[in-house]
């Protein structure tokens, strides 16, 4: 399907283009779509395309030479990834996965500085982008350092209930510990113990937050 | 009809592990590839997803709160 206007507006980085800018920006933006489980980047591959998300939710990784994994961030729509790797230029510098069949925006790195070079408000959202990504690697960072396994999942329970939109993926537990940074078999045993403190009911396919304050205690985040 | 673990044929490599942690028979192995079999016996324990060496079974939960 070819790419479209009204769908460039609500990506971050094209916020606040009058229509006629961003008729001339499509012309340098590439559809592509994948399947569930298909990966769309290459940790160590030449970085060459930034991509932004149209549908679907998109796991940006790295993987450890023994074969761990770490989730860095769970992308959605009007959301993009790449960027760092794009704009410092290089390798990649982490795995992209679909976790549902999704459609992406791409554009190759040359046309993304011309883009950013002809147009200051792109360059304005690109600071924007960046800084929210920063803010979530600091979260990340805090998430790893700070909490005891039963607060991380505490805390990544809270941030993806809910949204019943369909844009928070339903989690498997090893992808509760790749984004918590521990075992697949810590999850589990952190979900029983926060179950035992009365702030979730452990269901069949569900996780169902029953007191809210409870969890946001053990996540040790503000009420 | 009951949502089941899913299984990802390509990423199979017919080990059998999952087979044998599932406690309610709902997997089989066919062609050298597991199949699963509708039942309402299968709690989402997860051991199936635990036991894969090829991450190939999925047992995902949602997350809700509690109206």
């Known amino acids: 399907m070819a790419v479209q206007v009204e769908l460039l507006k609500s990506i971050t980085y094209f916020s606040g283009l009058p229509l006629n800018e961003l008729g001339r920006i499509k012309d340098l933006i590439f559809e592509k779509a994948a399947d569930k489980g298909e990966l769309v980047l290459f940790e160590g591959k030449p970085a060459e395309v930034l991509y932004f998300i149209v549908s679907g939710v998109v796991k940006v990784f790295k993987t450890s030479a023994d074969g761990k994994e770490q989730t860095l961030y769970f992308m959605r729509p009007d959301e993009s990834f790449n960027d760092v790797s794009v704009l410092v230029g290089g390798q990649n510098m982490a795995n992209a996965g679909a976790l549902v069949p999704v459609v992406l925006y791409g554009i190759r790195k040359d046309d993304l500085e011309a883009v950013i070079r002809d147009y200051p408000q792109v360059a304005r959202n690109v600071i924007l982008a960046l800084s929210q990504k920063v803010e979530r690697l600091v979260s990340l960072v805090e998430n790893l350092s700070f909490r005891h396994v039963p607060g991380r999942v505490a805390k990544i329970l809270l941030e993806y209930a809910g949204d019943m939109d369909g844009r928070k993926p339903r989690l498997t537990h090893q992808e509760m510990a790749a984004i918590a940074g521990t075992a697949r078999e810590m999850i589990g045993r952190a979900l029983k113990v926060i179950e035992e403190e009365g702030a979730v009911r452990l269901e069949r396919q569900r996780i169902v937050i029953t007191d809210k304050e409870a969890l946001q205690e053990m996540a040790g985040v503000a009420t | ?67």
């Open chain 2, 1 to 67: 009809m009951v949502e089941m673990p899913s299984i990802d044929r390509e990423r199979c490599n017919g080990c059998g592990l999952c087979i044998r942690v599932c406690y309610c028979k709902a997997l089989t192995l066919v062609d050298n590839v597991v199949i699963i079999v509708e039942t309402e016996e299968c709690g989402w324990c997860t051991q199936c997803e635990a036991v894969c060496p090829t991450n190939a079974i999925s047992c995902p939960f949602e997350i809700v709160i509690e109206e």
